[in-house]
């Protein structure tokens, strides 16, 4: 079923399929005008956190294929087959620090990883960048800094959120250091991978160029899709109740950045508001978001393999939970 | 591999050529801010012109193209499908709705100084920073009595008097996704004249409350949806 969804189809199938997508869209479009959505509160209020998301995130998606590319066609493929030689131990923190100088948010740096990956950059390495950059960029440590200026949280939430997020992205990376290329990306990634061709350069870079923003695209539209159905239809009160449960509130912040998928650029203004919660459950909220949401799940399981999705959440859960329960000891 | 003008090669460029008219169109018809903070409209010219640079570079080199599956034909409608939406969409931005789906916690995020609060005229954002510290209650507490002028929306609990609503506004830091209410009550407006998600503006003198602000109106007229509809944090 699968491998004949697949299955390349003849030009008279491809047009007519085509035609049926684009008379799809149309339709779309005509209901939605006739619908007026303003008259249906929660379609209206889907519509606008689903297309202001994706608005947001596809110039980010964008400028990581952007840089992807210039990885693939700029960049000889001998450069990272000498960093993959590097002992894991000096390859892994390298990889997570490089973040500081990748200022976007995580939509930008998954297509990044996947070429690193691809072009030969150890696996671990890959993923220890991708799971770095959106929390260690500069962007995000300077918009966590003005979300709790004048709090006498700052430095922990701060401190906090770069070394736990660094700390998440090393145990990941290490686990799955041993993978190969292949084993680490999915078969759609892989096959995706090997269809763009050209004779230049040029035509090789916007080959690639376009082949990624269609790529990741179609899964952050869904992540988008289910991200948007949640905040329309799960009420933010529900948490209220547990603030003060040692325990039960970490993993409320966890789930609820899991639901919100806010970009690691604007997420500590939110984080900063729940003010009932503790200085750990926030930082729980700062930390597994920029690594864990819906729209980064349907990007983690159209880019690598199956297990991969798994593994990243239970690390980085596990990682985030004992960090910050520490710091809710030492600190809160 | 195919050349050029087959289906697929058409259909990329269908898709990019989709997402570059939608970030022309924001800026065209000025709809970024129902969607973005100020401080990532800049995405919608760089978006644009990334998109418009592909279209170029795919057009003038021709790469390959893969042949078309049936599952990315449908990757491809579905890429171009929030054009769709957005376009389709009349203006619109969050409303009473979305303020009901988020805790009224979450409306004290924004950053504001007691400097800011204590001097000046205030505004709804001096107001929800007001909220978010005790330093900052009691600079905008002891400016209890003193006139503003608010727009924002109403929106109506069941059960409240009908001279009385809540002045409520949104607070984007990124995009509508991350959005934070805030919200006045006001007492004393005309009593029934105002309908839910109806914009105002209303003139009278703030008085803070515990945690809460209230607003005696002197006057509550209607007015269209700001260009700028969020505050921006």
């Known amino acids: 079923m699968a491998q004949a969804a697949l299955t390349p189809i003849d030009t008279r199938s491809a047009w007519r399929r085509s035609f049926v997508a684009v008379a799809a869209l149309a339709g779309i479009a005509v209901v939605l005008n006739l619908l007026n959505p303003a008259r249906i509160p929660a379609l209206q209020n889907f519509l606008l956190v689903f297309s202001s998301l994706l608005i947001e995130a596809m110039p980010f998606i964008l400028l990581g294929a952007v840089v992807s590319a210039v990885i693939e066609v700029f960049v000889p493929r001998s450069v ?12 892994l923190p390298a990889a997570g620090l490089t973040g500081f100088a990748f200022p976007v948010c995580e939509c930008g740096s998954v297509p990044v990883a996947r070429r690193l990956a691809h072009k030969g950059l150890s696996a671990g390495a890959a993923v220890t960048f991708m799971l770095a950059a959106p929390i260690l960029n500069p962007v995000v440590l300077v918009s966590t800094i003005i979300a709790y200026r004048g709090r006498d949280i700052l430095v922990p939430i701060v401190v906090g959120r770069a070394t736990l997020g660094l700390l998440a992205a090393l145990a990941v990376g290490w686990i799955v250091a041993n993978k190969t290329s ?50 329309t239809f799960v009420p933010q009160t529900w948490i209220a109740s547990i603030a003060d449960t040692p325990f039960l509130s970490l993993i409320a912040m966890m789930a609820l950045a899991f ?23 926030q930082l729980a909220f700062l930390v597994f978001g920029p690594l864990v949401d819906t729209k980064l799940a349907f990007l983690y399981s159209g880019t690598f393999s199956r297990e991969f999705l798994r593994t990243v959440v239970l690390v980085v859960g596990a990682v985030v939970f004992a960090g910050t329960l520490w710091v809710e000891v030492i600190v809160g | 591999m195919r050349r050029g003008g087959a289906p697929s090669a058409i259909a990329v460029l269908f898709v990019l050529i989709a997402w570059a008219g939608l970030y022309v169109f924001l800026l065209a018809t000025d709809r970024t801010s129902l969607y973005l903070s100020a401080r990532t409209a800049w995405l919608v010219p760089v978006g644009a012109i990334i998109l418009i640079v592909s279209v170029v570079g795919y057009l003038v080199t021709r790469p390959d193209s893969p042949a078309l599956s049936n599952r990315s034909v449908s990757g491809l409608a579905l890429v171009a499908l929030p054009v769709v939406v957005v376009i389709a969409l009349p203006p619109a931005s969050l409303t009473s709705f979305a303020a009901s789906r988020r805790s009224s916690f979450a409306s004290a995020a924004f950053v504001t100084s007691v400097e800011d609060i204590s001097t000046g005229s205030l505004s709804l954002a001096d107001v929800a920073g007001a909220v978010r510290s005790d330093e900052a209650m009691a600079a905008l507490t002891a400016r209890a009595g003193a006139e503003v002028e608010f727009v924002g929306f109403v929106s109506r609990d069941p059960g409240v008097p009908a001279d009385e609503f809540l002045l409520t506004r949104f607070l984007i830091s990124c995009c509508v996704a991350d959005a934070l209410s805030v919200q006045v009550r006001i007492v004393d407006a005309p009593a029934g004249e105002f309908k839910q998600d109806q914009w105002v503006q209303v003139t009278g003198n703030l008085f803070p409350l515990n945690n809460e602000v209230v607003v005696q109106a002197e006057d509550v007229v209607k007015v269209p949806r700001p260009k700028h509809p969020y505050l921006n944090a």
């Not at chain 1, 639901?259 to 459950?281: R, T």
């Open chain 1, 80 to 91: 990272f087959d000498r960093l993959a030689s590097l002992p894991r131990a000096v390859q």
């Open chain 1, 182 to 231: 292949g084993e680490l990306l999915s078969a759609t990634a892989e096959d995706d991978e090997h269809a763009h061709h050209a004779d230049s350069r040029a035509g090789s870079f916007f080959s690639h160029l376009t082949g990624d923003f269609i790529f990741m695209g179609r899964f952050l539209v869904l992540g988008a899709a289910v991200a948007a159905t949640m905040q």
């Open chain 1, 259 to 281: 639901v919100l998928s806010l970009c690691s650029e604007s997420d500590a203004f939110v984080a900063a508001s729940f003010v009932q919660f503790g200085v750990g459950a």
